[in-house]
């Protein structure tokens, strides 16, 4: 296999072209032509993240987050891409198109939720950004329930310590949920209009939490990593169909970047 033989694959399975504007999802470091044996897995690429990868002997890392974003000035050993190119290990990022794309990080989000919490076969969209191009998903609960409960749930599912919510003043038991992993609290509208009676995602600003009290919506901020983690079992699901040969690692390193809390 080479890089060019894995960016296929992905490019397969969710176009890169569907990306956002802003976006860089792609080949952002690394040959083509580069023969790949092993893949490190992780959502993010950090300057650990690379010497986890040289360590472990891989090729190629895949990530969620593009590991550049802004147009590089400089390149010094700060900053991650400078050790890809020590290592010589090639970066593969699928972000925004993997969000969208059907069978997609919001899709392989679902039906992990569904594990715990019983939803019914048929999944809506939740914003759709134009022909093809669907952000989010909702779908109905097998046994309506109410919001802390749902909470713990979610707390238990997606391993999230610092989960945050709140609770309509006027809600009752939820029969609908909608969900966009990542950082979707501007989709609380687009949650209404889907008929839901919640939305679950991450990284919710004060500007999310006051519009939610003022639309008298339930909220739940489960965290961006949480929510966004599962992308690496979504890697693996794509990669070990298209390519069983590869060695594929998930990453030890990728951990939620918060070092201590207060407790």
């Known amino acids: 296999m080479t890089i060019q033989d894995i960016y296929d694959i992905l ?21 083509p032509k580069q023969q790949v044996k092993t893949v490190l897995l992780t959502l993010d ?28 000035k400089s390149v010094s050993p700060g ?15 699928s972000h925004t198109c993997l969000d969208i ?19 019914l076969p048929e999944r809506l969209p939740l914003a759709t950004l134009s022909p093809g191009r669907v952000l989010g998903r909702a779908a109905n609960l097998v046994q309506p329930t109410d919001a802390y409960s749902l909470a713990q ?9 610092n989960l945050r919510y709140y609770q309509g003043k006027n809600a009752g038991l939820i029969r609908r949920i909608a969900w966009c992993t990542g950082s979707g609290g501007d989709l609380i509208r687009e949650a209404i209009h889907a008929g839901a009676d919640a939305l679950i995602t991450g990284d919710c600003k004060h500007s999310v939490w006051a519009e939610t009290h003022n639309l008298d919506f339930t909220l739940f ?11 690496v079992g979504l890697f693996r699901k794509i990669l070990q169909e298209a390519a069983p040969e590869l060695i594929l690692l998930d990453s030890e390193k990728g951990t939620v970047p918060i070092f201590q809390t207060l407790l």
């Open 11 to 31: 490019n397969a399975y969710a176009p890169f072209s569907l990306q956002e504007s802003y976006d860089k999802s792609g080949l952002l470091v690394g040959y």
């Open 45 to 72: 690429i950090t300057t650990s993240v690379v010497i986890e990868a040289a360590n472990k002997n891989a090729d190629l890392i895949l990530a969620h987050h593009p590991v550049i974003w802004e147009p590089l």
């Open 79 to 93: 900053h991650p891409v400078w050790h890809l190119i020590r290592y010589q290990i090639g970066a593969i990022c």
């Open 101 to 119: 794309a059907e069978g997609g990080l919001n899709d392989y989000f679902g039906n992990l939720l569904n594990r715990n919490i019983p939803m």
């Open 153 to 161: 749930m979610l707390r238990s599912t997606l391993n999230c310590s």
């Open 221 to 231: 901020d489960c965290g961006h990593f949480e929510t966004e983690i599962p992308v």
